[in-house]
């Protein structure tokens, strides 16, 4: 099967910037789609940026401008690069892939998960 491990979650001031990494290892043929969610106690969770191995991306409107997603298929990695972070960025964020032929930001559309890293921002 196919593991998914983040890394790169911290503590960051609003005027920072932070890097999240996400492995991927096992059987990782065809991850068409990779994503980032994040989620907060008591709320659901919510698509923040998706990819495809075309490059094509897709962000939530509340990070658009200020996130960006990117993968290295050759090393099964992809990373979210958070700049000019909110507090309201704060949540666990977790990496996501699936082998559809499509991308979406929908929960229910990705088979695997990673465990997710926090990420807790301050102003």
């Known amino acids: 099967q196919v593991q998914l491990v983040e890394s790169g979650g911290g503590s960051v001031r609003t005027g920072g910037s932070l890097k999240l990494t996400c492995q991927a290892s096992?059987?990782?043929?065809?991850?068409?789609?990779m994503s980032w969610f994040r989620q907060t106690p008591g709320k659901e969770r919510e698509g923040v940026a998706t990819?495809?191995?075309?490059?094509?991306?897709a962000y939530a409107d509340s990070v658009k401008g200020r996130f960006t997603i990117a993968q290295d298929t050759t090393k099964n990695t992809l990373t979210l690069l958070l700049n000019s972070p909110k507090t309201e960025d704060t949540a666990m964020y977790y990496c996501?892939?699936?082998?559809?032929?499509?991308?979406?930001?929908?929960?229910?559309?990705?088979?695997?998960w990673g465990q997710g890293t926090q990420v807790t921002v301050s102003s």
């Open positions: 996501a892939a699936d082998r559809n032929s499509y991308c979406s930001l929908r929960p229910s559309d990705f088979r695997y």
């Open positions: 990819i495809d191995t075309d490059g094509y991306t």
């Open positions: 096992g059987d990782t043929w065809n991850l068409y789609c």
